[in-house]
């Protein structure tokens, strides 16, 4: 059976409502345009709008099908009291076209029972939530609807009625989550929201009477808002690590930037100048009329005294740090590493890439430097011919990439075993050895050659060329 | 001022220049190479460019090993970044070597002009000792922007030339300090000694602003990261290595 699953303003005026059987509301509206449902594109295009919303407040949850909830503690400021804050984000909305109803109230659930049962754009002052919930519908309280329904049966219609009960007979009469979804509306539990983005109180927003779209302004934009959250990092002592700028643009599409850091920090100008080049990639669209920028990440950060220079100092990693964040930033953090020590036999599992600039571990003892270690280590070790006089000898010639190598010297074997204990117990295979010996051609090039598995009279052992030593 | 005395200070603002004087030298703490390089050692605050040949040329592994071995005692006055296009230094044998790889801050380029733009950017920052880049062949323009950087701190630039999918090495000119071709030598253990003794490099130095062409054979000695002449050669070009490619 067919129902209806949303209306719009003029269908709701002639009855129609949610849940409605098409066939009906077609009775009764002949001329009834109806639209198939899309809940993936509903869901996805709520996402966007939450995206949207990051310019009102860096804190956005989706509240499914149809809500949104943005945690504007500390923003509200930005456009000068609540009032005018609703009302920029409602006529936006309305802008696009999309028909809203909101309010600001102290709990996400009191703010949802006004923005769905109250007139629109209903404040709550700070403390009055319960005054301004006291007349509406149990409905509000975010209740199924049977507990909504049981509860209206027996004449609890409205919250003041509920919340003037004796707690402990809600409860059992109820149920556990009548009470609570009243204590979350009155603010007395809380409520975990899922933002779409952790908040940061590191937040700054810039919004301009004309939009911009040259690149110059973009930079000097980008620049003017660094500058603002810098000095608000050094007032606080701290440094972020991670910087998201966004230039939100006319279309309500933003443009996301996001630099990193090696280590925490704040100087306006090196962030800037790691925006730089990230700008001129941006397409401005018909204007940009916001810009944001969050530090994320952001960690203590003890001013440091300037030091005399030294001669011969060694540099120490605060001096390198701009260095590594410029080719981070320019060549993904990925491509840029320092090889730290793994406790691990497997030649290509002992080499553990860490951060460039994270201090060395208590558990990097180091490498092992008795045994022999080939200075370039091939991902995929490659097959080689090779003629060997004994099985279990190294061998005398081998020919690799086409050349042949007679061996003058060998030196070997270190037997390297599978680190069964990564492998499900009945594939743990003893024989799944490796023999490394490392070898030197006539011309004294050095190789690392294994045989794989131990020797086995039946099949003829295979060879593998794992490295190059220099 | 005359005319001669103002060609006279350009003259000297030109050796300065030349001799690279404000970073200063590493010897190599024999006569006989020192004495082929300008102030009697491997000239600091400039770049210096180290090939292999034949296959050496694509895995560019005693290159790597000879470099590392020169770079190693500037890890005690700064960082060292190593730019590569393909991933495959493994860093407990460059500890091997006596090189502190654990400290070695590794960069990894998509392509030729990212890993010289990266090399650059190294070398002209603060608290870089020295940058070493594989890369195929640096042009003139790359190698005066690599000099430059160079200069800025007084960084030293190893640039070890590599192509990475093997064929002929194309003969550029370029602006390095020094040139020097390398390849493996057979090493001689002690006598009665089983298996291999230190590794050994016939190295070449084939182009040098301010000093001559020589040949060595070289070892890394035991005790430090430095190296060791064993044999000179001579001032001649090294015979080419055997280029016996067999069908397969």
Redesign the interface.
């Known amino acids: 059976m067919r129902r209806l699953a949303a209306v719009d303003a003029g269908a709701a005026g002639l009855g129609l409502f949610a849940g409605q059987k098409a066939t009906d509301a077609a009775a009764l509206a002949p001329r009834l345009v109806i639209a198939e449902a899309e809940p993936a594109a509903d869901a996805a295009a709520l996402t966007a709008l939450a995206d949207w919303c990051a310019r009102f407040s860096p804190a956005v949850a989706t509240d499914p099908p149809d809500g949104l909830i943005l945690d504007i503690t500390g923003v509200a400021h930005l456009w000068g009291g609540e009032g005018t804050m609703v009302d920029d984000l409602v006529t936006r909305l309305a802008g696009s076209g999309l028909a809203a109803r909101a309010a600001i109230a102290d709990s996400p659930g009191a703010a949802w029972a006004l923005a769905h049962f109250s007139p629109d754009r209903s404040l709550a002052a700070p403390g009055g939530s319960a005054a301004a919930l006291a007349p509406l519908p149990v409905a509000a309280l975010r209740l199924t609807g049977a507990d909504a329904a049981q509860l209206t049966r027996l004449g609890l219609t409205n919250i003041a009625a509920l919340a003037a009960l004796p707690r402990r007979q809600v409860g059992p009469r109820f149920g556990a989550q009548v009470v609570r979804r009243l204590d979350q509306a009155l603010g007395t539990a809380g409520e975990a929201l899922t933002f779409r983005r952790p908040p940061s109180p590191w937040f700054a927003r810039a919004a301009f009477v004309e939009p911009i779209s040259t690149p110059e302004d973009l930079a000097r934009a980008s620049g003017d808002i660094v500058q603002v959250l810098a000095a608000r990092l050094e007032v606080a002592g701290r440094g972020g690590r991670r910087f998201d700028l966004a230039f939100h643009g006319l279309d309500g599409a933003a443009r996301r930037l996001t630099i990193g850091l090696a280590l925490p920090g704040r100087d306006s100008g090196a962030i800037a100048r790691l925006f730089a080049p990230l700008i001129e990639t941006v397409d401005p669209g018909f204007g940009i009329e916001v810009v944001t920028l969050a530090a994320r990440d952001v960690e203590a950060l003890a001013p440091r005294q300037a030091e005399f220079p030294a001669g011969g100092k060694r540099a120490d990693s605060e001096d390198i740090a701009p260095l590594i964040d410029r080719l981070a930033n320019r060549l993904g953090a990925a491509a840029v590493w320092r090889a730290g020590a793994f406790p691990s036999h497997a030649p290509e599992r002992a080499v553990k890439r860490r951060p460039p600039l994270a201090p060395a571990k208590a558990e990097e003892a180091g490498w092992r430097l008795e045994r022999p270690r080939p200075l370039r280590l091939f991902r995929r070790p490659e097959p080689i011919e090779v003629m060997a006089l004994v099985p279990d000898d190294p061998p005398v010639f081998f020919r690799w990439r086409g050349l042949a190598h007679r061996v003058r010297r060998a030196e070997g074997p270190e037997r390297l075993a599978r680190e069964w204990w990564r492998r499900p117990f009945d594939d743990a295979d003893p024989d799944k050895a490796r023999d490394y010996y490392r070898v030197e051609d006539e011309a004294g090039a050095r190789f690392w050659l294994f045989r794989d598995g131990l020797y086995d009279p039946q099949t003829p052992p295979k060879w593998w060329l794992h490295g190059l030593f220099g | 001022m005359s005319r001669e005395a103002r060609l006279l200070a350009v003259r000297r603002r030109i050796a300065a220049l030349e001799a690279g004087a404000a970073a200063g030298v590493a010897p190599f703490g024999d006569a006989r190479v020192d004495a082929c390089l300008p102030g009697g050692g491997l000239p600091l605050g400039r770049w210096h460019e180290a090939a292999g040949e034949g296959?050496?040329l694509e895995?560019?592994?005693?290159?790597?090993?000879?470099i590392?071995a020169l770079a190693a005692p500037l890890a005690?006055?700064?960082?060292v970044?190593w730019v590569m296009r393909r991933?495959?230094?493994?860093?407990?044998?460059?500890?091997?070597?006596g090189f502190p790889?654990?400290?070695?801050?590794?960069?990894?380029?998509?392509d030729e002009a990212?890993a010289l733009?990266?090399l650059e950017?190294?070398l002209g920052?603060?608290?870089?000792?020295a940058a070493i880049g594989e890369v195929e062949s640096p042009s003139l323009l790359a190698g005066r922007r690599l000099q430059l950087a160079c200069e800025r701190h007084g960084a030293t630039g190893f640039v070890i030339r590599r192509r990475l999918f093997g064929g002929r090495a194309s003969e550029a000119g370029s602006a390095a300090a020094t040139r020097w071709i390398i390849?493996?030598?057979?090493?001689a253990?002690e006598a009665g000694e089983?298996?291999?003794g230190a590794?050994?490099?016939?190295v070449a130095l084939e182009r040098c602003r301010g000093g001559r062409p020589g040949a060595w054979i070289m070892e890394k000695s035991d005790d430090a990261s430095s190296l060791r002449v064993v044999a000179e050669l001579g001032d001649r070009q090294l015979d080419p290595?055997?280029s016996?490619?067999?069908?397969?």
């Open positions: 296959m050496e895995t560019a592994a005693a290159a790597a090993a000879f590392a005690e006055r700064g960082a970044v991933q495959d230094l493994y860093a407990p044998g460059l500890a091997a070597l790889a654990e400290r070695l801050i590794q960069v990894c380029a998509r990212q733009g990266a950017d190294a920052a603060e608290g870089i000792a390849a493996a030598a057979p090493s253990p089983p298996g291999l590794p050994r490099w016939r290595a055997p016996e490619r067999l069908a397969g």
